[in-house]
Structure formats: structure tokens, C-alpha cells
């Protein structure tokens, strides 16, 4: 069997090439200059074709500094600025040569010749073929047996042979070569005057550089002079040449090697991006293929590998069948709309989306409506355009009030995408959205929560459709224009089509569920959304005289904490200055630094993770994590939240988010809820601001335990599930069966032991991150691991059992029947394997956890509506409901809220639900 071959491609090397190359000859159809993109695109497309491979990578080089910067501040100053009409081109660049099927890596702190040259070696190591295309240079040094270089613009190829015959010096001598000469273009000082004649002349006799260097003395004249002026600083010279071989690449390769795979290309979104940039021939193709059902590949033919992909790809999603023609129209004239009425009174079902100022659902302002009646079939009405963008338009507040009896009618069903954001903003205008019956977004969770719910990415992975963009229409970053700055005409196209696509998808997602998923998406995610509406809408109440008292206290102990660190350091430093810290820390201090985990540029990091492994012996690493806690809280709650209060009701109003996490857990931002520190005195304080209005308390209901009762439910562990059914402090009853004493005799060093063992075990935690969490060694951690299992054997059984049901079909499932994709489950990566069958284990206890709270928001929320109370939802936190409740309710609401939660699985579980009730005057007190 043939090498395997790797082509790596030095994509910023590129860049510039075909932005010289092709100078300002083409542009785009809004007059963006095109050249160096489609020069870039087409010499991929010629290399693909001519350079036969199984892997690839195009590199470009990071924003900003790297560690050779570090080394030599005048490093590449030189250089001038990008040109202003490069600038959007290369910032398109990395999208389009993903879509085409290049893997793209951007790794910061290093070039990206750092990154080729690290991709070289493990390639060559592995025996691969390597070829890398650059017009660089200073890559010769990464020549050898395995590794060629080409050339695209000038056909050359460099072996071995090839380096020496072109530069004079072997490839192991190119960069002494290049240190003797430095470098212009990159600023890199070498010995003046030395060109290359000299610079192989000096290493034909002394062989290297530093052999050049020892034997200074000989070299007379003119450049014998210039070369000792220079020896200082060769070295460093050197160094800035030299490629780094051994970046870590982990976190960008998570399958190491195998991540490269040759990819299939995107050819929907391809299609809408070269009509967007304006390359017609290439979308001619592009649809070409998206109609033959891609079978070849316009960017060179495809490998077995490609081809195996590509039919897997086709064998999932079944695509919903398409109209005939679609019929988009705009409404703005009286006759027009009154046939739109005529047409609502007599539907039953529509698609339906909303076009705004603002992605701020509670600020935005309508600027349009879509309405889909049948796939295909839609309008839109412009009602908050600028006059010149849309020359006729019917009046908003008319409009708004002859649809609002439509709009709030529960018998026309509503179906959209994302329709808690249409809610809000009709909301905005005094309409209830009443008769919502389908969201596209939720459909797509329920089915596969592991991958994108956006509709641009549902288009084309259920309907085979490429969609007009909102960036394709408005533009992206500084330049970008308001949506009501856009044509009618091209307005109509785009809002239509989310009306329609949403209907349509959401019908042909249905078609896709089993029985259970059914049920969970009309009788959960649909219904938990409305909660979350109410609860967004309601917001809660913040005290910003509290949140300035604890900004005031955190400042004086930030200064405290600071001059703390100057006296520890023996100095003062900028405490958040990675480098500074590295030099106090490393050099000053002389702390080890063996076992510490090093940044990309080969420092030692200064991450929290190492900052906590140091502060275990030494005291500054302390000062240090504190200072970064504390400002944090600072500036994310303290100083922040009384900035986000509503001026309209005094109230801050989070956003949920119910399609992001695979496990269902809800998502909280602007503030985000879910982050507030509790295991810090200073993070609890936070939510004392969090207050209830005149006459009212905070009510918060917190499931005990929830995702062990889970575990002894899933595991059917008979110890678990009797400790639970009797009542039992599970910690203290797992410290008795591990330690083998009386429960009344565990001690509470013990049970602290016990509560670390059942929950680690939980989150597949392992001997050595069991020694680490209760500082003790490996030995001693799987002794108490193999007591617990062999306490509980069900639990045991049951990560065994998990993890073999994960390998054979991909997913696990929760009690309630959400699918959780585990896409590295069959990974070649040990790691990424392992982590997937921790997953595994964990995900159908969280992903449960997830289910039962938001029964349990639905049935409260019923229950206070079907009572008549004035009582209000206004928090989910985790595993806890946060209420509001007025003191002639509480105490209604203390009996029957843990009643309601208790019962929320519907009798599936084998133990006992329970929810603990505390009432305050804040959250913080009723926590």
C-alpha cells in the first residue's frame, strides 16, 4: 500500500502572491476587490488537482505578535501595514478554503510556518509523504527525505538535491544561511554585506554557523570586520529563523493527524458565497453540482475518502421535497393587504418571521413581517424601511393593529425559527403571539443536538438549499448597513425565504421523530420556550445600591491583594501581564518548572489551571487567582449589572438560550445567570442584590441531589436506590460502605471523602483525578474506587453497559428519551475516545437532570396560572427555580411547589424526587 501524502500549504504565503499577482483586476459585484481571493482559490484548485493527497492543511499566520516578537521587538517593523484592499479579502479567505474541503488552521503565538513546519514533522515521523506549497524560503530548512516543497507560480520543486542546487547549502544549513544574510522583508539583522556567495563560501569551510563564528579570526578585510561587528547578535539571528517544529497542536487537532482528512466541499454555501464575491463561473459549477448531487469535485477529484464521506453524508438527512417555483411577493399597496387578511382568516397554519433593528429581541423595532402560507408561497411586508430603500410602505401602526387579531388568534398555528425573539418583538408593540405550534431551531435540537440549528445551516442540510445571507444583503463589521437600508426587492427574497424555509423545515424534521422525540418537542422544548418567554419578559428586580457597596469592597481588596503581590514579589508588576509573571514567578522567584504546562511560544503558562497547581506551595500564585476572581466578579456583576438594568421597569432581563448545550441544559446571557461564583463568599454576595419588590419575597426551589438519584434510578443499584428511598444522607451512607464502619461513626473528613467519590465517579472522574481532588495518592484513590464498586456493583454495571450502548449506536439517551450524539465516541484518538465514553456515562444523568427542570417550569408555571396567583417565575439556574412571590402567597407556595417538582417524572423513577424550598428577602437568603 502506497504512503499516505500530506499537502500543507502556507495559506498567508499565498495571500500575497496572488494579491500581487492579480493586482485590483476583478471585483465583486458591490465593488470589493476580488483578485487575491480568486488568485488564492484557483491555485488551490490547480494544486489539488496536480498534487494527488489524502491529507491537508492550509496554515495562515494569527493576528497580532508571536514569540519571535518577544525575542526581538524590531521584528518584521519594517513591514508595512496590509493594503486597505486586501484587508476584506484575506478576512473572507479562511471561510471560503473550508468550504472548498481544506482543513484551516490559525494558531495563535506562533507563524504559520511554526505550524507547517511542526504538521512536517509528524508527518515525516508518521512516514508520510510531505509537500508543502510556499514561496518562502526560509521552509528549505524543513526539507528531507520525506518532505519536498513546490511552487505553484513558478512550477519549482525542491528536494534535497533541489535546496542545494537553488541555495548552494544543504537543507540542514539553511538557516545558519539565512542568519549569516538576515532578512529584509522580516527585519532579522545578519552580518552586513554578506550575500549569498559568502554565506555558502563561510559554511563550504567551516560548515556551520557556529563553526563560522569560532573561526571569526580567519575571515580578514572589509566582512571580516562586519562579521565580528555581528557575532553578538547571530545567535538571536539564528533563533528568529529557525521553524519551530513542535508546536502544540492538541487543542486544533483534536484527532492529531487524522483531523486533516480531506474534506467534501460545501457546495450550497460555496454557491452563495461566489455569488456574493461575484466569481460566476465558478457558481455555474457549483450549482452544476449541487444539481448532479456533487459527484465530482470542482476542486480537484475526489479520494476514496471523500467518496465514503460523501455517501455517509447523503445517507442521513432525507431532503424534504422542493416546489416547483417559488412565489415571493412584497405587500405594500391597500389591495395587497387586504387579500393578505382575507387569506390569514381562512388559514390554518402559518410560517412566520420578523425583520428588526436589533438583535436585542426586548429593544429591537420592526422593520418588516413574512408570512409563508405553503412551501414556496410567501410575502413580506416592509414597515420600518427607509424611504429610499422602500419608496412605498404601508403604515406600521395600521398594519400592526388589523393583523394583531391573526397574530393573536391560538387557532393559526404559528411556525418559525427561533420564535421566542418574533414573540418579544411583537410584544414590543402590545401583541401576544398566541398559537405558536412549531420552531424550527427546537426541531433541529430534538433530532440532533450536536450539530448547528441555525436556518442557513438547516437549509442546507434538509433541503439541499443554499440561502441568501443577511452578510450577503447588509455586509459584515464597520461597514455593515442597517436592514432597513436594504432594497424592497431583495428585502422580500430574503425575509420570504426564512418564512418559508422555517415552515418547511420544521414540517420534514417532524417527519424524522420517533414517538418519544415527538412528545419531548410538542411537550417540552415548545412549552418550556413560552415559560422562557414570560420569564425573559418578567426579568427580576436588582438592588444597584448593593451591587456599588460590593464594587467599592472588591476594589479596596483588589489594591489590597495588589500590594500584597509587590511585597511577595519583592517589586511591583503588572499582575496581568502573562510575560511579567513568567519573569517574577520562573526567574526572580526560581520556581520549578518541570511538569508545567508550556504556551505555544514555549514559555511557561500562567494559566489558571497552573497558577492553582503552584499556589499548593507558594504564596504569589495565591494572591494571584484571588486577584483574577475577584476582578472578574468585578467587572462581569458588581460593576455590569447595574448597567443592563431596563429603564422601562427597573428590572434586568437575561436571554435564554434552549438550543446550544447537547446535555438540553438551558443557556442564560446578557447576563449570564448560570455563572454566578458560589463557592466564594464574595460570589454569593452577588445574588443578594438579586431582590423581590415591596411586599413580595424570593422564593428559590433547588433539586437535592438530583443527577446521584438519577445514577441509582439509571444504574439500578439496590444500596443507592434503598438509600434513597429511606431518606438517607447518601454521602454519609457511601463513607460507611467505603470505609466499612457504622454509619453514625463517619467522621466529617469521611463523608467530605464519600460526597468527592459519588459525584467524580459521576463526571468519570479516574484514580488520578480522584488523588488530586482529595489530595492523596493514586494507590489510596483506587483502593476507594474499588471499595465503591464494589459497594455498589449496579453502578459499575452500568458505566460498562453505557459506554458499550454509546460505541454501538453513536448516542445515549436520557430517561425522557433526548438523543445525545457522541460524535468522538469511535475516535482513533485515545483521548478524544475516553472523553466520550465519560460522556457517555454523564451525559444521560445531566441530560435527565435537564428534563426533569424543565417539567418542572412547565408544571409550575401552569399551576400559577391555572390557581391565579400573582406568583411569577423569573430564574432557572441549574438544577433551582427562582421565584417571585408575594407574602400573601408564600404559603400556598411553600407547600405545593416541592410537591409539583417532586412529581414532575411522572412516577418513572425509582427513587424519590426531592426539592428543597427557602424563602428570603433576596436570592442570596433564599438560597
Not at 349 to 356: A, H, L, P, S
Request: net charge negative; proline share 5%.
Amino acid at each position: 500500500m502506497s504512503k499516505p501524502t500530506l499537502l500543507l500549504v502556507d495559506g498567508s504565503s499565498y495571500l500575497y502572491r496572488a494579491y500581487h499577482a492579480m493586482g485590483q483586476n476583478l471585483s465583486a459585484p458591490d465593488g470589493v476587490p476580488t483578485g487575491a481571493l480568486y488568485g488564492v482559490l484557483n491555485m488551490l484548485r490547480r494544486l489539488r488537482s496536480e498534487y494527488p493527497h489524502d491529507y491537508c492543511a492550509v496554515v495562515f499566520d494569527a493576528k497580532g505578535k508571536n514569540f519571535r516578537h518577544d525575542l526581538f521587538e524590531e521584528y518584521k517593523a519594517t513591514r508595512p501595514p496590509m493594503p486597505d484592499d486586501l484587508r476584506p479579502q484575506a478576512e473572507a479567505l479562511p471561510d471560503l478554503v473550508r468550504l472548498m474541503g481544506w482543513p484551516v488552521l490559525v494558531v495563535p503565538d506562533v507563524e504559520a510556518d511554526d505550524v507547517i513546519g511542526t504538521l512536517a514533522k509528524q508527518g515525516g515521523e508518521a512516514g508520510w509523504n510531505v509537500i508543502i506549497s510556499t514561496g518562502d524560503k526560509d521552509m528549505a530548512q524543513l526539507v528531507n527525505e520525506q518532505v519536498t516543497l513546490v511552487n505553484t507560480m513558478s512550477g519549482e520543486t525542491l528536494d534535497i538535491a533541489g535546496v542545494i542546487g537553488k541555495f548552494g547549502v544543504r537543507p540542514d544549513q539553511i538557516r545558519d544561511y539565512l542568519a549569516l544574510m538576515g532578512d529584509k522583508v522580516d527585519n532579522v539583522p545578519g552580518v552586513e554585506k554578506c550575500g549569498p556567495k559568502t554565506a555558502v563560501k563561510w559554511l563550504d569551510a567551516y560548515g556551520s554557523l557556529e563553526g563560522v563564528m569560532a573561526n571569526a579570526a580567519e575571515i580578514k578585510g572589509k566582512v571580516g570586520e562586519n562579521l565580528a561587528a555581528a557575532l553578538p547578535r547571530l545567535p538571536l539571528s539564528y533563533e528568529l529563523v529557525t521553524i519551530k517544529t513542535d508546536v502544540d497542536l492538541h487543542g486544533d487537532l483534536p484527532e492529531g493527524l487524522d483531523s486533516l482528512r480531506r474534506r467534501t466541499p460545501k457546495w450550497a454555501q460555496l454557491a452563495v458565497d461566489f455569488k456574493r464575491w461575484g466569481f460566476r463561473t465558478w457558481l455555474k459549477e457549483a450549482e452544476t453540482q449541487l444539481k448532479a448531487g456533487a459527484n465530482e469535485d470542482l476542486f480537484g477529484s475526489d479520494t476514496v475518502g471523500e467518496q465514503a464521506a460523501l455517501a455517509e453524508e447523503r445517507a442521513e438527512p432525507v431532503l424534504a421535497a422542493a416546489p416547483q417555483s417559488l412565489n415571493y411577493a412584497a405587500v405594500t399597496d391597500e389591495a395587497a393587504f387586504q387579500a393578505l387578511l382575507d387569506k390569514l382568516a381562512q388559514a390554518e397554519q402559518i410560517g412566520i418571521d420578523t425583520e428588526t433593528t436589533s438583535l436585542d429581541a426586548m429593544q429591537a423595532k420592526l422593520v418588516g413581517i413574512s408570512i409563508a402560507f405553503t412551501a414556496g408561497e410567501a410575502v413580506y411586508l416592509p414597515l420600518g424601511h427607509n424611504p429610499t430603500a422602500a419608496p412605498e410602505q404601508l403604515d406600521l401602526a395600521d398594519v400592526l393593529g388589523r393583523l394583531k387579531i391573526h397574530l393573536e388568534n391560538p387557532a393559526l398555528q404559528k411556525i418559525g425559527q427561533n420564535l421566542k425573539y418574533d414573540q418579544h418583538v411583537f410584544a414590543n408593540y402590545g401583541i401576544a403571539l398566541n398559537g405558536i405550534a412549531g420552531d424550527a431551531m427546537l426541531a433541529s435540537y430534538i433530532l440532533e443536538s450536536h450539530l448547528g440549528h441555525g436556518l442557513d445551516e438547516l437549509a442546507e442540510r434538509w433541503l439541499g438549499l443554499p440561502t441568501i445571507t443577511y452578510e450577503s444583503l447588509c455586509g459584515k463589521g464597520a461597514k455593515q448597513i442597517s436592514f432597513a437600508d436594504v432594497d424592497v426587492a431583495q428585502a422580500t427574497e430574503y425575509a420570504a425565504q426564512d418564512a418559508d424555509f422555517a415552515l418547511r423545515i420544521e414540517a420534514h424534521l417532524k417527519q424524522q421523530m420517533d414517538a418519544k422525540q415527538l412528545d419531548m418537542y410538542q411537550n417540552m422544548e415548545l412549552p418550556v420556550a413560552q415559560v422562557l418567554f414570560e420569564m425573559e419578559r418578567c426579568g427580576v428586580q436588582i438592588d444597584s445600591d448593593e451591587l456599588a457597596r460590593q464594587s467599592r469592597e472588591l476594589g479596596q481588596r483588589l489594591l489590597e491583594l495588589e500590594q500584597q503581590a509587590y511585597e511577595t514579589a519583592g517589586q511591583p508588576f503588572n499582575l496581568n501581564s502573562p510575560k511579567q509573571l513568567q519573569e517574577i514567578l520562573f526567574g526572580k522567584m526560581g520556581i520549578p518548572t518541570k511538569g508545567l504546562k508550556k504556551t505555544a511560544s514555549g514559555g511557561i503558562s500562567t494559566n489558571e489551571a497552573v497558577l492553582e497547581q503552584l499556589a499548593l506551595d507558594y504564596p504569589l500564585p495565591k494572591i494571584i487567582l484571588e486577584n483574577r476572581s475577584l476582578a472578574k466578579l468585578k467587572s462581569t456583576y458588581t460593576d455590569k449589572l447595574p448597567e443592563m438594568i431596563a429603564p422601562q421597569d427597573k428590572r434586568v432581563h437575561t436571554t435564554y438560550a434552549q438550543a446550544v448545550a447537547i446535555t438540553g441544559r438551558l443557556a442564560s446571557s446578557n447576563p449570564n445567570l448560570q455563572n454566578i461564583p458560589i463557592r466564594t463568599e464574595e460570589g454569593r454576595r452577588v445574588r443578594k442584590a438579586f431582590t423581590a419588590p415591596e411586599n413580595s419575597v424570593i422564593v428559590s426551589a433547588d433539586y437535592s441531589q438530583i443527577e446521584l438519584r438519577i445514577m441509582a434510578h439509571l444504574s439500578g443499584d439496590a444500596t443507592l436506590i434503598h438509600a434513597f428511598q429511606n431518606g438517607e444522607d447518601v454521602h454519609r451512607r457511601t463513607a460507611a460502605e467505603v470505609f466499612g464502619i457504622a454509619a453514625d461513626q463517619v467522621s466529617s473528613e469521611q463523608r467530605r471523602y464519600a460526597k468527592t467519590i459519588n459525584f467524580g465517579l459521576i463526571y468519570g472522574m479516574g484514580q488520578y483525578g480522584l488523588a488530586k481532588s482529595l489530595g492523596i495518592d493514586n494507590l489510596s484513590a483506587k483502593t476507594f474506587i474499588d471499595r465503591y464498586f464494589a459497594r455498589y456493583p449496579g453502578v459499575a454495571e452500568y458505566m460498562q453497559r453505557t459506554k458499550e450502548q454509546a460505541a454501538a449506536q453513536g448516542f445515549v439517551e436520557t430517561l425522557f428519551g433526548r438523543r445525545l450524539y457522541l460524535p468522538d465516541i469511535h475516535s482513533k484518538n485515545a483521548n478524544a475516545r475516553a472523553g466520550a465514553e465519560r460522556a457517555a456515562i454523564n451525559a444521560p444523568m445531566q441530560g435527565t437532570a435537564s428534563d426533569l427542570i424543565k417539567r418542572a417550569m412547565i408544571a409550575v408555571r401552569n399551576h400559577l396560572i391555572s390557581d391565579g396567583l400573582a406568583s411569577k417565575l423569573v430564574m432557572q439556574v441549574h438544577d433551582e427555580l427562582v421565584l417571585e412571590v408575594p407574602h400573601t402567597e408564600l404559603e400556598h407556595i411553600r407547600t405545593h411547589l416541592p410537591q409539583i417538582m417532586a412529581a414532575v417524572d411522572g412516577g418513572l423513577m425509582a427513587v424519590p424526587l426531592l426539592a428543597e424550598v427557602g424563602v428570603g428577602e433576596n436570592w442570596e437568603a433564599a438560597h
